[in-house]
Structure formats: structure tokens, C-alpha cells
């Protein structure tokens, strides 16, 4: 029994971390109604901006999240106006190649800066597990699902107290009416990406605490993601915190109940189900 | 009225180049004897044919896949498996590769087609590492560690050869047949719908076109061309295993060779594989490891220029450069306002 | 038997009711104009009849089978052809490719669809023009194309959407002699149009609709004095009229 919320534990501390990153990508879906294959990687980006920090910096990931959090935003947006901007009036096979081709040249550029070898941060200043009950955490898991779950707060805070976050509803809605409206499109577009990148700054800088840092580490967390964002529905932000917390469950379940090898196999199951037997996912927009 | 002008403007050294072109694939392996080179060949010609399945679904047909890699995977399993196990011979198992493939795409793709655009093309990349994800954990077929096959004397009835010139051969003969596939799909009623669908697909249904029955024979198609080069891929490097014939990896530098090259095009996949493979493996050799690196870079960065500055490809990008040398005066351009003359 | 017969159709979208318990028939031979102000839900019903969308009830009968909801293709191969009010030629084909389209409905070879589409193109007088790109003709060349390629189907009922919008009254001379040589050929036609001058001349019966209900029917010269249909287009003030 003890086993089986164990595995719970992990899996909801994981999913949350799903749901942080999902966030992102259902935003920019939403809004911009680009699909960002590169999502993925650019949390890796993050994850070697916090290990060069540390690199060089001493800098402990809980100082330097902050930090690459805006500088991943910053990003987001110069990345919206040099590629996506042209692309947006493009045929829909421009637009899936741009972010693809982006996905492709990210993790080159990964592996040229800092090698193709898996690469950790020791000596975090967050280590060590916590005993809650009959089971064992650990610290930086427990922080990861914390900061992911301010992290989703904020966002949704913003997308729905803030004028600018009602603007980025409104263009989602219908981009058009928006801009009659004096909502300016460019103006939300650079926004949600600059939200919907910064978002994997802190997603990065909260797996460096324990992950390993790779190339490719972007590939799976991104996969996972379309999943996610599929389920909850796409462009909606409540939809991807409730998603991300199932494919989480999901995921360690599998794992725990069939085999942990092929864990994944269930989560990308749930993608193909949804998107045939009911696309608009939980919360969807349509 | 373009494509005509073009090419009897461009018929005198168009096509002898062309001639040359083929003359020198037939006789390579005679000109250049050095098993890399030879070896290096294959592999462009391999992704010639392997670039064009892709065009047929993604070109053509306007799905876009990233999960090709699973029927070239499923093909080579299909066969060697046969192989090892029933000691069927490899030619036949290369139907048999085929029908599987054909099949599980038929019995996917149905509920799979419907989704558009985006949808469908991050369906195929979860299809694709299902497949992958499974066969690395099915202990039957090998599982992580792969299969080897037999070696067995080297003759055309066993597929297998000890020297690299008759596998280049049969390389190009399927090369050859991948252009056949493609010429007879742009002449017949299947490409003609297939432009049609692409143009409007509204107007092809009112015109009496079944858009999931012509699409799926482009997938059709697709996946048999797929699950054959798989099943040379078993016979030639006499090893497989899940992530080298069903990867991701695999299933995007198809995609990269055909639209690189010029998406939808005739000639698009030819000169995707002639740019792209060279360039893989030269670096892959020269460089090491971290010629990956530069691959990935050099990719990524094409195929961002290719999606913003010329969705035409590289293709596209020699006609217009082509254009400029050709000398002697243009025909007259075809006038546009005539629907006033009586009919 | 009518070729095509219409009943009680009722088509809504949320809370507009494009078409309400729409009754209608066409024999065959015949050619029947369906005019009605902007919004009348003429386009629909064409949509509807097509197999774009399904009705929300009433049954559609044509050759006495019932094709309620059945598919646009399945219809076309039955003999039910339509072209559109916002055209939609196959811009980046030719235009013998784009009546090809058309004669592929009936033959599977390349060369028989081509021979049919030159002797269409001839026919109906766009044969210089066949290896333009369809995107770079005029709008009336646009509409001719549209109606020789449905034609290439070989349809028994061609379903003509505002086939003279957009033309000047040369083109619309060639358009209606077009017209009539389709019906010469044993087509049966349905056209919606707004040029009255044209619609009058041509059609055997006529159809009004207005708000999504049928109001009138009839022959031409009756139809054009309907209290109902005076009111439709000018307003009660001119029906009022017209009756004292």
C-alpha cells in the first residue's frame, strides 16, 4: 500500500512539472495558433543556462531561476519575431517546419556548447528527502512540484486577473474582434511567448535541481507535453494543470503496474485516443 | 502553359544532363571502387527512395509524418524474423514486410487520417515511438539488444553479398522504382486528385472525389515503399535493431530529405538525399561525435530557410537559379484578358 | 417522377434558421431559378442538397431515392454537380487539368479524361485557354470553368450558385446561351441568381425564397407580380401597391 503512494506521490510531483511546461505550449497554441515543436527544447536550454550558471557562477538553480526565467523570456519573444513572425500568414507545412527545424538546430547547438554528454549538477543547495508519512520525497522533487504549482498559479493569475492576460484570452478567442478591439495581436503574441518560454525557465531551472542535462532531454518532456496539452485541451490553461497531473499518475502507474521501461507507451496512447475520440480535450477551446 | 515552356526551353541540356546524371549512377561503382565511397552511395540512394515514401503521404497527399521510420522498421523486422526463425528467404520476406506495413497502416491510419495538420503529425510521432518503445521491450524480436542475421553464401536468392556493388545495384534499382511509383502517381487519376485535394479539398468532394480513399493510398504506397528499403536495410547491414531502423531520429531526416530537397516535387527527394546524406555522413566520419553537432545545426538551420524563405525547397531554389542561364529569347508570356473574344 | 424532390427541409445553425420546412421539386429537363433577397438561405439549401450539411430534418428525394445527408462525392457520382458562389477553381492546375478532375468521375485512364475535357473545353469555348493556370483567368472564364468542369461529371442535375455574379453583360449574354446549351444536352438545372434580367428569360419555373421559407412559385410572369415576393424584395409599401 505504502508502495502504491509512493509511486502516487512521485507521479503528482512530476505531473505538476508536466502541467508547468504544458502551460506554455497551450498558450502559444491558443494565442499565436502555432504549434511550437521545439518546446521541449528550449526547457533544455534553460536547463544548460542554469548548469552554466552554476558552471561558472557558483550559482545555486533556486538563485538562478529567476535569472534564466526572464533571459528564457527574452528568448521567447526575439524567437517570435525573427522566425514565427514570418510564418504566421504561411501554408501550415511552413509553420510545423519552422519550430521543427528550430527543435533540430537547438539541440545541435546544445550538443556543440557543451558536448553530448549527460551532465548534473551536484551539491544543489535543496537535496536530501523528506519523510511525509509512510514515504520518502525527495527535497528537490518536492521543491520542483512546489515551484511548478506557483509557477501554473501565476500564470493563470495573469491570463485572468491582469488586463494584458484578458487581451491574450480575447486574441485567443477570436484574433480578429481583438484587434478591432484595439487589442494589439503583435503585442499579445510577444507576450504569450515570452510567458509561454519564460514558464520553461523556471520549469528548467526546478529539473536541474535532480534531472540530468542532455541534448535530447527536451524530446521526451516535449512529447509529453503535446500529450498534456491534447488532453486538457488545446489552449486551455486550467485544462493543461489538470492534464499534466493526470499524464503524471498515468505515467508512474504504468510503470509501476506493467513495467517501467515501457511507461510511456500509455501516455502517448492517451494522446492518439483523444485527439480522435474527443478533441477538444477536457477544457478545450473547441 | 509554365511547365511546358520550361521544359522545351530546358529539353536540349535538361535532359542530357539527366542522361549523364543516370549514366554515371550506373557506372559508379566502377569509377570509384573504395568500399566508403560505394557505401556512402547506397545510403543516398537509400534515402532517395526512402524520401520519396515520404513526399508520396507528405507531398502529395499533404500529410505530413514523422513516424515513416515505424513501416521501415516493421519491414525489417517482418523479414528478418522470417529469417532467423522460418528460414523464409528474404525476398519474400520483403512482401511479407510490405503487407504488414500496409496493414498496420491501414488499420491506423483510418481513425489517425481524420486528424489535420499539426494533429496529425504529433499522432505519428507518439505512433512511431510506440512502435519503437515496443519492439525495444519485446523480448521475441530481440528487444533492446536486436537481431543479427544469418550469414549465409553470398548469392542474389539470399540477399546477401559479401561485396557492397551488387547491394549499390540493387539500391538503385529501388531508387529507380520509387521514381517509377512517382511518375505513375503524377500521371494518373490518384495525383491528379491528389493536387486537386491539396488545391481545394471542398471542391474535390463536390467533384466526386473520396478524400480518405485517395489519401490512404498514398499511404498505402508510402508504407510499402518504407517497409521495403527496411527490409534491404536487414540485408545489408546484417544487424537491427529498434532505435537504428524505428527512430525518431530516422523518421525526421526522411522528412528533412524530401522537404529540404523540395516538398511535393518530383525531383525534390533526389537532391534532398544528394545534399543532406553526404553531408551526414562525411561529418559523421571526419568529425566524430560532435559531427553531429554540426549536422543538427546545418539541419536545423536549412530547414528554418527553407520554411520561411522558399517553402519550394532546394528544388525550387536550382529552377530559379536555372532560369537565369538560359539563353536565347523567351516565348511571349500567355496573355491573360482574352475571355472577351467570342467563344 | 420529379428528378429531385425537396420536403419539409428545416436547416439551422444555433439560432438562425437558414432554411424552414422548404418544399420543392424539379422535373426533369427543367430549369428552375431560385431567386430570394440576400440571406433568403439560397446558398445553404444548395449546401444542404450538395451534402455539405446535414438537414436537421426533411428528407431529399432525387430519381425517387433518398440522399438525405449523404456525402458530396457519393452525390456527385449519383449525378448531382454543383459550382460555388465564391468560385473555387483548382488555381494551381491548368484549366484542361481542372475539367480532367471532373471527367476522372467517369473513367480511371488519364488519356480518356483528357480527350473528354478537350472536346468540354471546346464545347464551351475555353479551349485556347486550356493550359493556363486556372488562377490567372477571369472571373467569367473562372465561372464557365467551373461549369465545364461539373459538367465533366456528367450530371443529371447541375446545381448552378450565382453562376453571372460579377460579369459584364457581354459575358452575361455567353453565360445564358451556356446555360441553355447544358439544358440542350438533357441536364436538368437549378440556378440561384440576383440578375433578374437574366433568371426571368431562362428558367422554365420559378422558386422565391425569403428568410429561409419558400414564399412563391411558379412561372416567371406570375411569380414577378406575388404580393408576397413584391414585399420580399421592395417592402409592404410597394406589395400595397400593386394590389389596389
Redesign the interface.
Known sequence: MNDIIQVLACGLLMGLVYALIALGLTLIWGVVEI?NFSHGDFMMVAMYLVFTLYSFLHLDPLFSLPLVAVAMALIGIMVHKL?IR??LK?????????T??????????A??IW??NYKVIPNVLISGSAMIGPIYLGWPQLMAGLGAVLGTIGVIWFVHRTETGRGLRATAEDRETAGLMGIDPERMFAWTWAIGIGSLGIAGALLANFFYIFPEVG?VFG?IA??TV?LGGFGSVGGAFAAGIIIGLVQVLSGFFI?P??K??PV??I??LI??LR?QGLLGKF | MENIRKALVQSSWGYKLLALFFLSLLLYPFIITNPYWINLMITVLMFVALGQSWNWLGGYAGQ?SFGQAAFFGLGAYTSTVLLIRFHVNPWIGMGAGAVVAVAVAFVIGY??F??K???F???T???G??VR??F??WKVVGGASGLELPLLRSSLLNFEFVSKVPYYYIALALALVAYGVTFWIEHSRLGYYLRAIKEDADAARSLGINLTRYKFAALMLSAMMAAIMGTFHAQYYLFIDPPSTMG?DLS?LIS?VA?IGG?GTFWGPLVGAFVLIPISELTRSFLG??G?????????????A???LQ?GGLWALFQRLGKREVSGPMPPAPKKEESHAAP | MPLLEIKQLVKRFGGLLANDCVDMQVQKGEIVGLIGPNGAGKTTLFSVLTGFYRPEQGIVLFEGHDITGRSPEWLCHRGLARTFQVVKTLKGMTVIENVMIGAFVHTARTREARQRAEELLRFGGLHEKRHMLAGSLTIADKKRLEMLRALATEPKLLLLDEVMAGLTPVEVHEAVALVKRLRDRGISIVLVEHVMEVVMPLSDRVVVMASGRKIAEGKPAEVVRHPAVIEAYLGEKYARRQTT
Do not use: C, K
Open positions: 504549434v522566425l514570418p510564418v504561411a501554408p501550415m507545412l511552413a509553420q510545423i517546419f519552422v521543427f527545424g528550430l527543435m533540430i538546430f537547438l539541440r545541435g547547438l550538443q556543440f558536448g553530448p524530446g512529447l503535446f500529450v491534447a513495467n521501461a515501457i510511456d507507451i502517448y496512447s494522446y492518439l485527439v480522435i478533441p | 505530413i481513425p489517425v481524420r486528424l495538420g499539426h494533429y503529425a504529433i499522432a510521432i507518439a505512433l515511438e510506440i518503445i515496443a525495444d521491450n525518431l525526421i528533412l522537404v516538398v561525435g560532435s553531429q553537432a554540426y549536422n543538427l545545426i546545418l539541419y536545423g538551420g536549412l530547414i528554418i527553407v520554411a520561411v517553402p
